[in-house]
C-alpha cells in the first residue's frame, strides 16, 4: 500500500502523528532476567527486544551475537532460520559495533554473547537491537568505552519541496521502512563516533548529507534515553540496599 504523503505534506506530521525530527515512545529496563548475567528489555515505538548477556566465559571467541526473530512478532508471521541472511547481516554488524567498543583486551581467553529475542518488529529493528545490547552489557558489568546507540533516518517523501527544504524523517516505523529509502546510524560517546552506517535502499546523493546529519542528533537523543534509564535502575538499586 503506496504511503500517504498528503499530511506530512500540508501539516508537516507524519502518519503515526509525529513531526520529522521527533522520535517513537522509547522504553528501556534494566535486569529483566535473573538468571543471566546481563539482561535488558527495550522498546522503540512497536518494536521491542529482550536481550540478554553470558559470559565472559571460554573459549576465545570474542564478541558473538544470536538473533531469534519471533514468528509473531510481524504482521506476516513469518519464522526466520538461523540462516536468513538479513539476520546474519544484523547479528555480523552487531558483534562488529561492540567488538570495538568493548574493551575485550581485559578478556583475552574468553567469550561474549548476546541473545537477542525480537518479541515485536515495526520498523528500526537493528537500531532497537543496538540500544536493547548496550542497557544489557552495561546490566552484566562489562566495561566500555561508551553508549552504544542507534537509530534510523529516511528521505523525506517527494513533495513540491526542493532538496534542500526537505527534511529527513527520524526513527522510521514499519510502514515508512516499507516505503522510504533509509539508512540505520550508530554512534558511540559524546562526539558522535560513528559504528554503524548501513544502507539497505537506493538514494539521492544530494540528500545523504542531511539524513547523516539528522541520524547523528538522533543518536544523540537516544544517548541521553539510554543514560537515563541506567541512573534510574542504579538509583533503584541503591535504595533497595539503603531500605
Excluded at 6 to 26: K, N
Excluded at 36 to 62: H, M, W
Amino acid at each position: 500500500m503506496p504511503l500517504d504523503t498528503s499530511t506530512y505534506a500540508l501539516a508537516h506530521l507524519r502518519l503515526d502523528g509525529r513531526r520529522w525530527s521527533e522520535l517513537r515512545r522509547i522504553h528501556g529496563q534494566i535486569s529483566t532476567q535473573a538468571a543471566a548475567d546481563g539482561s535488558a528489555y527495550f522498546e522503540q515505538g512497536n518494536t521491542k527486544i529482550l536481550c540478554t548477556v553470558t559470559g565472559p566465559q571460554e573459549p576465545k571467541r570474542g564478541v558473538e551475537v544470536e538473533m531469534n526473530v519471533a514468528a509473531f512478532s510481524g504482521m506476516d508471521r513469518k519464522k526466520r532460520a538461523r540462516g536468513d541472511k538479513r539476520v546474519q547481516e544484523m547479528q555480523y554488524t552487531i558483534a562488529s559495533a561492540f567488538q570495538s567498543t568493548i574493551f575485550t583486551h581485559l578478556y583475552p581467553h574468553s567469550t561474549i554473547t548476546l541473545n537477542l529475542h525480537v518479541l515485536s518488529q515495526d520498523g528500526s529493528l537493528l537500531a532497537c537491537a543496538l540500544n536493547a545490547a548496550t542497557l544489557a552489557l552495561i546490566d552484566a558489568g562489562m566495561p566500555m568505552s561508551d553508549y552504544v546507540s542507534a537509530c534510523t533516518v529516511a528521505s523525506a517523501p517527494s513533495s513540491d519541496q526542493t532538496l534542500d527544504e526537505q527534511d529527513p524523517l527520524l526513527d522510521l516505523n514499519g510502514l515508512e521502512e516499507q516505503e522510504l529509502p533509509f539508512l540505520t546510524v550508530g554512534t558511540s560517546g559524546e562526539e558522535g563516533k560513528v559504528l554503524v552506517l548501513l544502507m539497505e535502499t537506493r538514494v539521492q546523493v544530494a540528500r545523504l548529507e542531511a539524513m547523516v546529519s539528522v541520524g547523528l542528533d538522533g543518536c544523540r537523543q537516544i544517548r541521553g534515553i539510554l543514560d537515563g534509564v541506567v541512573r534510574e535502575h542504579g538509583r533503584k538499586v541503591l535504595e533497595s540496599r539503603v531500605s
